[in-house]
């Protein structure tokens, strides 16, 4: 069932990139697109996470969210590198999270990694090991908003 | 503009040579290869010689960093002391380098209008027939798969060769690498089987999930490379080498094991030589249609659908080789590295 | 001067950053962070300089260099942590044993 | 129209490369590899959302619109995976960080977070 999503999926990023559309390219896109589905089964690399379809369209709000984060610790990162004398003050910690699932795990360390100020070092088990440049950075993930929110989107609240 | 874009990158691109030269860990050395790469590609873009640029950004900056490290990781990563130095290879290297140095102030300016290459007869004929003899928008193709078809089957060629001698090279050690663990790894390896799928080490969790993301879209990404060849920057060469790097992500993230079993051995062996074969066919047939060798006007009635014919089927034994080539010799090194650890325990 | 052009000379100026830093050290996984950080910057540096030129389809290029230079530093890292490029991240054939 | 975009392009890639400039300052000016990973990762975030968004309203409605957009997806999918790559390697090769940050309590986790990673870190050479 995924194989012929991913397939679908596939397609459309292939319209989408070739722009030509005589029959003979479309029909090699069909093929390429049915070749790459049976390589990806035999990789078995499509299941939840490899086709995450059913995070839907709360992953897009959620993006839109982490987009305004970025920008704001964009400004804060910026600020370090011109003053770090002022603004740099880097730690280590340890958050918990809450994501049960492999693939909410992963968005949530991506999230922090995304969002410049704070890095995942380590993601083990439920702990997530975090670099972050200034305390007002360290603070946004210790406050674990983006936690609850990943764990949201995930549907595991 | 141009000018100062392409002298500042000139500039960078001695800076990260020379780091090349006096680096002395040859792991450093191989990521700085990788950066000059980078910008040698940039330079090609900036003179608008995008299929150029395409091959240098997936085979000089990509997978030629892959097989260094491949290689180093059987030799070791430290430069052995060099002899003190002599002052004959420095010599002769000035001299050389001032000759070649002495030679560019007669070449002509680039892009000027009396530039021979802009008044030759086979420029012009080029530009005004190849669209309508050949019928591809991308003239680089056209001059590259029809009016040179010889020039690009050597290529390929070339590249077979080099795939077959690695094979040829590393077999012997596989075979008793095989021998030594077939009662403990493959036995593991059908125990966890390639359906039930590898399990991620927590440690390793995120590049796992976004890889196996992102492979499908990678190696579509190499079918689509090698079908638009005609259209716009690309090509066989270019689209086996993508292709080839999906799989080798696959090997990175995943582990060879899997690789092989999705794509094993004796398929990459098949491969190499269908590619080749697929060219040389081409050709056969054409002469047997009664024309030339890799005449393809000859493969149909009308010859720009002939031209446009073989090009494909001639880009797609390229492309089909080059996968396989890619393939042959990462298996041959990661595997040989293999060998040696177990040899070692 | 259009924009192009200048964010082209911006991002160039930064490269050459990245390249000292590449070239300085010290260890080397500074040099990945910097090798890395030029691959960003170079896919950005195509894109711009393709539409300087008015040829947006050197954007496929652009996901080329992405690619690679992804593909790039997770070898890197991979042979740094392993020393070999046979084991998978995953580690799943032995690694449990 | 045509003004209001080009103005939209130029403030876009303006403040764009004003970040890519920071990153590349703060690559050779942050102290140690830990807080460098934080300057190199600015670049693949605000600083390419900008750029190939002001690329993006240049180029108006079309496929160079989508694969800009792709683009821009594939960055956002890889970069945080290779720094996170990076910054484990880093952590598990023991490279230390320094750490002028929150008195006590960053002593406390890093203390902690040796004991966490010991035994994985054997773990990983034992195999």
Redesign the interface.
């Known amino acids: 069932m995924r194989t012929i999503g991913?397939i679908l999926v596939?397609f459309a990023?292939?319209l989408?990139?070739?722009?030509?559309y005589t029959p003979l390219?479309i029909s090699?896109?069909i093929v390429?697109?049915i070749?790459?589905?049976w390589?990806?089964r035999?990789?078995?690399?499509?299941?939840h996470?490899?086709?995450?379809l059913q995070l839907g369209i709360q992953i897009i709000v959620y993006w839109g969210w982490l987009?305004l984060e970025?920008?704001k610790a964009?400004l804060d990162?910026?600020k370090?590198?011109?003053f770090?004398k002022k603004y740099?003050?880097?730690?280590?910690?340890?958050s918990r999270i809450t994501q049960k699932s492999?693939?909410g795990?992963?968005i949530y360390?991506?999230?922090i990694?995304?969002?410049?100020?704070?890095?995942?070092?380590?993601?083990?088990?439920e702990?997530i090991?975090v670099?972050?440049?200034t305390?007002a950075s360290?603070e946004g993930v210790k406050s674990g908003e983006m936690d609850e929110k990943v764990t949201k989107v995930m549907g595991e609240a | 503009m141009e000018e100062f874009t392409t002298v500042f990158l000139m500039a960078l691109l001695v800076a990260g040579a020379l780091g090349v030269l006096y680096v002395r860990n040859l792991f450093v050395a191989t990521m700085l290869l990788g950066a000059v790469s980078f910008l040698m590609a940039l330079i090609f873009i900036i003179l608008d010689a995008v299929d150029v640029a395409f091959t240098e950004a997936a085979v000089g900056a990509g997978i030629s960093t892959v097989l260094f490290l491949g290689t180093l990781s059987l030799v070791g990563a430290d430069e052995k002391k060099s002899r003190p130095k002599t002052v004959l290879p420095l010599l002769v290297s000035l001299i050389v380098g001032g000759t070649l140095v002495y030679a560019t102030f007669e070449m002509p300016v680039v892009g000027s209008a009396d530039n021979p290459v802009q008044t030759s007869n086979l420029t012009t004929r080029f530009i005004e027939q190849s669209p309508k003899e050949i019928g591809v928008p991308n003239m680089v193709t056209s001059v590259l798969a029809s009016y040179r078809g010889y020039d690009t089957f050597g290529e390929v060629t070339v590249i077979f060769t080099a795939g077959i001698a690695v094979l040829l090279i590393l077999r012997q050690l596989r075979r008793r690498r095989d021998e030594q663990t077939e009662g403990s790894s493959s036995a593991e390896n059908t125990e966890t089987g390639v359906e039930s799928g590898p399990s991620p080490s927590i440690h390793d969790l995120v590049p796992h999930v976004v890889s196996k993301l992102l492979i499908p879209f990678v190696l579509l990404f190499g079918l689509y490379v090698q079908f638009h060849g005609d259209f716009g920057p690309g090509g066989g060469f270019q689209a086996g080498v993508i292709f080839a790097a999906g799989i080798i992500l696959y090997s990175l993230v995943f582990g060879l094991e899997y690789a092989q079993k999705l794509i094993p051995l004796w398929a990459v062996e098949l491969l190499l030589a269908v590619g080749v074969l697929l060219y040389g066919g081409v050709g056969v047939a054409t002469m047997l249609y009664g024309g030339n060798f890799l005449d393809y006007n000859w493969l149909s009635a009308d010859p720009v659908a002939g031209q446009h014919l073989g090009i494909l089927l001639v880009e797609l034994g390229v492309g089909i080789t080059v996968t396989a080539a890619m393939l042959a010799i990462f298996y041959g090194f990661a595997n040989r590295n293999e060998f040696r650890e177990n040899s070692g325990e | 001067m259009s924009i192009f052009a200048v964010s082209a000379i911006a991002i160039l100026v930064s490269v050459a950053l990245a390249l000292a830093r590449a070239i300085m050290g010290p260890t080397a996984y500074d040099r990945i962070l910097a090798l890395n950080a030029i691959g960003t910057k170079t896919v950005m540096l195509i894109a711009v300089v393709g539409f300087m030129n008015g040829r947006p389809d050197f954007l496929d290029l652009a996901i080329v260099y992405a690619l690679m230079n992804f593909i790039g530093t997770l070898a890197v890292l991979k042979y740094f942590k392993f020393g070999t490029l046979r084991r998978g991240f995953s580690r799943s054939s032995g690694g449990k044993s | 129209m045509d003004l209001v975009l080009d103005i939209a392009t130029w403030i876009s890639m303006l403040i764009g490369c004003f970040f890519v400039l920071i990153t590349g300052y703060g690559l050779l000016k942050f102290p140690d590899l830990y807080t460098r990973i934080h300057a190199g990762g600015m670049a693949d975030t605000l600083a390419s959302f900008l750029i190939f968004g002001g690329l993006a309203l240049q180029s108006g409605f079309s496929l160079v619109t989508a694969k800009l957009f792709f683009i821009v997806a594939f960055l956002f999918l890889t970069s945080p995976t290779a720094t996170y790559a990076l910054a484990q390697a880093t952590f598990v090769a023991g490279l230390k960080p320094k750490l002028d940050g929150f008195g006590e309590e960053a002593d406390n986790t890093e203390s902690e977070t040796e004991d966490g990673a010991k035994p994985n870190n054997s773990e990983s050479k034992s195999d």
Not at chain 1, 42 to 47: F, G, L, N, Q
Not at chain 1, 88 to 94: D, T, V
């Open positions: 991913l596939l990023v292939w989408l990139f070739s722009g030509i390219i090699f896109g390429s697109c070749l790459v589905g390589l990806a035999r990789m078995d690399v499509i299941d996470e490899g086709l995450p987009v970025i920008v964009n990162v910026a370090c590198v011109l770090p740099l003050r880097p730690s280590f910690f340890i492999d693939l795990k992963v360390a991506n999230s990694t995304l969002t410049p100020g704070t890095v995942t070092v380590d993601l083990y088990d702990n090991l670099h972050a440049l305390e360290a």
